[in-house]
């Protein structure tokens, strides 16, 4: 497999460690929104949020909670954003599930929120049915 995330758990490509334990990987981006800006990953490959194991996703977020607690605590951020995508159409680049913790700091421009949209009350309560609908796996 040549997964660049993959190759960086094995240590075939250098990185940057923030933290490790047995089942996640957490390292600075190098191409940062913020100082600080780290990715989490789960050290066995999974390509998304919709293909991984729940075991995965549990240990990504405990990390990515621990990892946010330190750059709150050493680099006094403000606030902390959580991004984490899923497929091309939603600007993952590299295909091996990973949460982005940024920091931010009053005032800053590392993450852009998007627009809101205008509420429709009947719209949405169509969909939210739809959706419980369709709510199996």
């Not at 490790?20 to 050290?43: N, S, W």
């Not at 066995?44 to 996703?57: G, M, R, V």
Request: with cysteine; aromatic share 6%; glycine share 8%.
């Amino acid at each position: 497999m040549d997964c660049i995330f993959c190759r960086i758990v094995a240590g075939e490509i250098p990185s940057h460690k923030v933290y490790e334990d047995d089942a996640t990987f957490a390292f600075l981006d190098i191409y940062p929104a913020a100082r600080g800006h780290t990715l989490v990953i789960p050290k066995a490959h999974t390509t998304d949020l919709l293909s991984a194991a729940p075991e995965a996703l549990e240990a990504a977020v405990r990390t990515s909670q621990t990892v946010a607690r330190i750059l709150h605590n050493v680099l006094q951020a403000h606030g902390i954003s959580i991004v984490q995508n899923n497929g091309r159409a939603a600007g993952q680049d590299v295909f091996h599930y990973h949460v982005h913790v940024i920091p931010r700091w009053e005032g800053d421009k590392a993450v852009r929120s998007w627009r809101p949209g205008e509420t429709d009350h009947g719209v949405l309560g169509a969909l939210a049915a739809e959706l419980r609908a369709g709510g199996g796996t």
